[in-house]
Every structure is written in C-alpha cells, then in structure tokens.
C-alpha cells in the first residue's frame, strides 16, 4: 500500500483533479472491484461487464474535473456504470434490430443467452436470466440494493430518485424475479426453497 | 400494524434496514394475519435464491489510466476561462435585447432620463406542447369490489408501483381508488329514486378508480391502460381524453 492508497476518496479526488495519476490510479484501483460487480451484475455477462467498466473509466476520466467533492465519489461513479450499462443494452438492442431488418429469420429467432462463455448451472443461469429479463429501472435498484449491498437511500441516490420509489421498485423487481423462477400453480416457497 | 403498512414495510424487512420497532410491529402482525406472513416468507425465499447467482470474477487491476491525459486545467482551458465571463456577458446582453424586441419595447428619453415603454401585449394563445390528458376510469364487477381479497395489500402495492413508474416518466398527473361504497348520485335521478321511478340504474360494473395520464394520443393512452395492473384483475379500463375548455378572460 502507497501513501495514495491511504488517503480518502474526497483527498484523492481532489489530488486527481489537481493532476496526480497516482491519486485517480489509486482511486480508480479501490473502486474497480465494485465497478465490475455492479456492471457484471446490469448486463448480465462479463463481456459485456469489461464493456461498460471501459465506458464508464473513460467517463470517469473525462468529467472528473467537473465533480463536485461535495457528493460521495462511489455515488458518482456507481451512477456513471449505471448509464454506461444503459448505453451498452441500448446498443446492443439497437444493433439486434438492425440485424433483424437485415434478416428476417433473426427477428423470430431466440435472443442469445447474456454470455455463452459464462457457463452457469441451471440454477444459477435461471436466476441470471430472470434478474436480466427485468426492466431497466427495476434491474438498477434490485442490484444495487441486493449485490451491492448498498442501504435504500444509497440506491436512491446513485438513481437520483426518491427513497419510497427505490422500495417500490426493489419489492417490484422481487415479485417479478419470483414469477419467473416459480411456474405457475406452484407452491412459491417449496420451489424458491430447492437447493 | 395493518396489512397495507406491512406491505409498505416488506422492502426493509426483506433487507433488514427496519427500524426495531417496526420489525417488531411487523412480527406480530406475521403473526397473526396468514397472508402477510406468506408474502414475506415467498419474498425472502426469493432474495436467498438471488444469491445462487455467483459473483463474477474481477477482470484484475487495470492500470491503463497511468497513460491518460493529465487532467489538470490546460492553458488553452485557462483562457477560456478568462474569456468566459465576457461571452457569458455578451450572450446575456443579446438576449435582453431579444426579449425587449420581442416584447415591442419603446425606449424613451425625456429630460435627460430615459425609460421602456410596452406595446400592449397581445391576448394570449394556447399553451402549445402540452401533451393531452386522458383519464383512466378503472371499472370491475360488484362481486370484485366486495369480495375481501386475502391479498388485497400486495394488490395495492401493485397498482402503485405502476403508478410511480409513470409518474417518474412524467406521464401520470394524478390517481386515486375510489371507496367500495355505492356513491351519490345527484340530479333528476334524486327525483325519481324519491318517486319510484328510478330510469337510470347503475350498471354491471363499478367505478373503483382512476388515474389522469399524459399521453400524444388515444393510442398512447390506450398503450398505457394496457399496462395497467388493473386488467389483469379482470377490470375494464375506460379511457377519455380530457377536454380543453377555453380559459377564463
């Protein structure tokens, strides 16, 4: 551990907006690990993860002297990868689009699975997929509140949006999560239960 | 605690951030209503299978920012700054100016002192992008409405994630559910219930709601009741445009 690695988020963004690479190194270097769960957990495949950290560093690089040290760093930047993560689904949408005006066969084909590299077992891949079939709004405030382990007025924060909302969005995203991973006319809690 | 305050409460149950005495008061609620406790368990069964989900590795210390620009304030950046006062002055000159041609702004000078004077303003138009406004009328059968449903707070919840989820579009202006009592009627129908000649009896179905949306068109607020929780119950769904009456003088 350096000098830089001691000293607080607020210290070394200062010190980065002054022009230490050391300090936007060190800050970018305690905050990565987060960056890339959070962005693993948005796209729901690691490639698509590497996408949106490099998005949301290069965002980070290009605004940081603009941040105001009034606000939390990790806010801030959690709120960057959210976008980024928006952008990159956006695009991908976009690109699946285009692909299907180009062949008609695309267009009533399945999508792909988030990553075929990230084999999962089935479990564990249903999980995924019913966190990934959700809506964007209602994806962002169940990550953060449950992989991230950010408290609710942290979420809604890093959303700029108001606590009851978060809530409401988080207690929607969990009904949904349950719908798809329990079958219809089905015990819900012998089912969620199964190891 | 009742069932609609528990349910209001499930988020920080489920994710222990409840105060003692709410966690407390939700205890014994569990305790006694069969449906919250099912609610609860089946949620948090759901927030432990989320964790089958495993954590993705880290794709390592990435040390590439080492070669980025330096991101100290340049020189060109400083003389921008130095010249950023008086744009900004400019730019804020040109458009009093602008605003003063366009309110038809006189200037006159008289004994050395000069003042504005205004052309009378013209009356004022309609409002131009406003998005119309359309109201929902949520209808359901008697049977529906009077029948206590063992899940009656989840379903509120439901009805008012909807909600926020519009309003945070910007689309819903405002919402409410009717009482589940039979309301008043008022008019000639008072006269003839009184005389036993009652015409108008109320349908097969209930107004138990509504919600006034913004939407371009019919279509748009047609798209919007379709996603209504309120039709998966059953219900039927009204919707009419809100007429735009002409303003007081």
Redesign the interface.
Known sequence: MNDADARSDRELVRL????S?DA??AL??RW??PM??LA??LTGS?HD??DV?QRA?LKC?AA??RFKADAEFSTWLFRIVVNAARDVDRSRRVGARNAASLDPSVAHSRPAPPDAA?E?PE??A???DA?MALPE?LRSA?VL???LSL??PAVAAVLE?PE??V??????A??E??RS?VPQHTD??VR??EP | MNCQEFQDALPDLLYAEAAAETADAALRHRETCDACRAEFESLGATVEALNRWPEAKSSGDDTTWHQWPDLRVRSGARLRRLWAPIVTGAIAAALFFAVLVAARAQVRVEDGRWSLAFADRPAPGPIADERDEFMLLLYQRPAVRDEPSTDTAAIVSEYRAWAAGLRDQGRLRAGEKLDADDGWAIGAIEEERAAGTESFRPGPLVLAGFFIVKADSYDGAADIARTCPHLKYGGRIDVRRIAKLPRNP
């Open positions: 980065a907006q002054g022009g690479r936007l190194g970018l270097r990565n690990d890339v769960r693993h957990r690691p993860a590497e950290r560093l690089h940081l002297p990230d999962l479990s564990a249903a999980v995924r966190v709004h169940i509140r449950h992989y408290p609710f949006k009851t909302t809530k409401s969005h988080v207690l929607q969990l009904r999560v349950r991973l819900p809690t969620i239960n």
